[in-house]
């Protein structure tokens, strides 16, 4: 899997050239994703695309968007802090299931906008100009809107009303108008309290005894151990394992419980009871046949007084386990961590660690925020000013 990090803004060559003489870090652009995409193995069909991206050049963004769609890969797009702007454009390059976002992160579209500086450098513009512009302006923002309403089934009136707000929104806003399909939960201590103490002891009922009421809730990976001490993970909340279950990783996996679950490219297709030993009574007189079921009789009674022992330790290690459940619990509601603690955990985990980070670290240096995008009133008046030049270059050419 390749992992490409879009954490700087998206600037065109030159403007990185400029960045660089003023011994600023400069942003990315097409030509550092291309070169990325051409670098990658054949054999390696994904890609992990993190963004925290205050957006930038459109050119530079609609191209980088077309390459990584044109690699035919399977991509994953991750907001780790910040998509804005282009960057959501960008984030689009993966279809909506695999478009993900941390809980704190934040995503904001607008209407694309001239830089006030450009129109005041932009000397005797006629009104040809001027219109010019701003239809291409009007183009530009036609095509970002379609490309939201294609790639999240949003409705486009709301998506549009959103763009010309010009405000970051939440992730869950971001999600309602699938814009991503997935918010990232934090794994940390307070994992814990995602299942209550009860349920967590029917869980452990049901690994050992089986079930055969499927709850119908899952979470991914519920951890199981094997009869020989590995590891069998199962997209499953609470309940005994299913066929059909999601699980990792293939094989035959002898339980403690004597089951075995066969797993084959991902999915349960197979859970095998313990054989049974059949006992084979020959054929007697009706005497015989008595004592033969009196004997199955106080085997069976046998069988149970056995079973209520079983069941009667199990039980006084399920109270145990509570106990140190409980004691957990407590340990992790002392020990979790802030949002944004575990924010950043999780950025250093999919890192590759602390110590790959620190290796990596060249220098302090931290880019400074884009300028805050114009506001709605700003865009009202740089709209009149664009109509007093058409109007002052029509009365000239008339004069």
């Not at 690699?71 to 797009?77: H, L, P």
């Not at 110590?355 to 709605?376: F, G, L, Q, W």
């Amino acid at each position: 899997m390749a992992v490409l990090n879009i954490y700087n803004d998206i600037q065109s060559e030159q403007e990185k050239a400029v960045t660089s003489m003023w011994g600023m870090e400069p942003g990315i652009s097409f030509r550092d994703i291309n070169e990325f995409c051409d670098s990658l193995p054949a054999d390696d069909k994904t890609i992990d695309v993190h963004i925290h991206c205050n957006g930038g050049d459109v050119l530079e963004g609609w191209a980088i968007y077309d390459r990584l769609r044109a690699t035919g890969k399977t991509i994953t797009t991750v907001v780790d802090g910040t998509a804005a702007s282009m960057a959501t454009v960008i984030m689009m390059a993966a279809p909506k299931e695999r478009r993900k976002a941390y809980a704190n992160a934040q995503i904001l579209v607008h209407n694309p906008w001239l830089d006030p500086a450009w129109i005041g450098n932009m000397g005797m513009a006629t009104a040809d100009d001027l219109e010019k512009a701003a239809q291409q302006l009007k183009e530009q923002q036609d095509r970002i809107l379609d490309l939201y309403v294609e790639r999240c089934g949003c409705d486009r009136e709301e998506m549009a009303a959103l763009m010309a707000e010009d405000k970051f929104i939440s992730v869950e806003r971001a999600m309602e108008l699938g814009m991503v399909g997935e918010i990232i939960a934090p794994i940390s201590a307070k994992r814990v309290n995602h299942m209550s103490i009860k349920d967590k002891i029917i869980n452990a009922i049901n690994s050992v005894f089986g079930s055969d009421h499927e709850t119908g809730h899952h979470m991914m990976a519920m951890e199981l151990a094997t009869a020989n001490g590995d590891t069998l993970r199962i997209e499953r909340e609470e309940g005994a394992p299913a066929v059909g279950d999601v699980a990792e990783p293939d094989g035959e996996w002898l339980m403690p419980d004597n089951t075995t679950i066969v797993v084959e490219n991902g999915v349960i297709t197979e859970i095998r009871q313990p054989e049974e030993q059949v006992e084979v009574v020959e054929e007697g007189g009706e005497q015989e046949g008595d004592e033969a079921g009196d004997e199955a009789d106080r085997e069976h009674d046998d069988n149970l007084e056995q079973e209520n022992g079983r069941l009667k330790e199990r039980i006084a290690e399920l109270e145990a386990q509570v106990a140190e459940l409980t004691e957990l619990l407590e340990q992790a509601r002392s020990n979790a961590k802030t949002n944004e603690d575990l924010r950043i955990l999780n950025m250093v985990t999919m890192a590759g660690g602390y110590d790959k980070v620190a290796a990596s670290i060249k220098s302090n240096y931290k880019p400074e925020a884009r300028e805050p995008m114009t506001s709605k009133a700003e865009e009202v008046t740089q709209r009149n000013y664009l109509k007093e030049r058409i109007e002052a270059a029509k009365n000239k050419n008339k004069k």
